[in-house]
């Protein structure tokens, strides 16, 4: 079985694991995860933060970006440019800013002039379809964040929350492949420091 055979083969089975999380057990996981990301020193000390707009049964952040706005964050969220095959990111100041855009996930609806840089931001969260303990991601195949991560000219931090059920064993990575540094859970922080 070749990696993406082995990486679609994961993703649908953690994909299936995480959809399978009832709705009131995800708002206590989505709790503690968020307790853990605020309490990161990566959070407390960034002034700008990228942050993902949650879709379908991912780990909940419009509550996160709401609360990290109040907090005097700035706050930029990814735009999908499919025709040019990569994410654009905007600043946003209102999660009423945020519209169903690429496949009905909410994306900035804001004026070219919140354009933004990779370089502008001091955390990046992202999502994870799956991950293992030595930070390889699984996403949801696309490839718009690992794009994205590559074009990283400084170190960044890099956080993936996400469900305890989405750890697998081994993620399949290839030598270009940007590792997170942390993954928040329901139950921990993993500190990932690859191999």
């Not at 055979?5 to 994909?15: A, C, D, G, N, T």
């Not at 020193?41 to 706005?69: D, H, Q």
Request: hydrophobic share 40%; glycine share 6%.
């Amino acid at each position: 079985m070749s990696d993406n055979e082995i990486k679609k083969s994961i993703r649908k089975e953690v994909l299936k694991k995480r959809d399978s999380i009832s709705t009131a057990l995800r708002k206590v996981k989505d709790l503690f995860i968020r307790q853990r990301l605020f309490s990161l020193p990566e959070f407390i000390n960034a002034k700008t933060i990228f942050f993902y707009a949650s879709f379908r049964s991912e780990v909940e952040t419009l509550g996160m970006i709401r609360a990290s706005l109040e907090w005097g964050k700035k706050i930029v969220l990814p735009k999908v440019d499919t025709e040019n095959h990569r994410l654009k990111l905007y600043e946003i100041r209102d999660v009423n800013e945020l519209m169903p855009g690429c496949m009905g996930i909410p994306e900035p609806s804001v004026p070219e002039e919140r354009l933004r840089g990779l370089d502008d931001i001091d955390l990046v969260v992202i999502p994870v379809a799956g991950f293992d303990v030595y930070g390889n991601r699984l996403g949801y195949g696309a490839g718009y964040y690992d794009i994205l991560l590559a074009q990283m000219k400084k170190k960044i931090p890099i956080v993936a929350p996400a469900y305890e059920e989405q750890i697998v064993e081994r993620i399949p990575a290839a030598e270009h492949d940007v590792r997170i540094d942390k993954i928040v859970t329901d139950e921990r922080v993993v500190e990932c420091d690859g191999y």
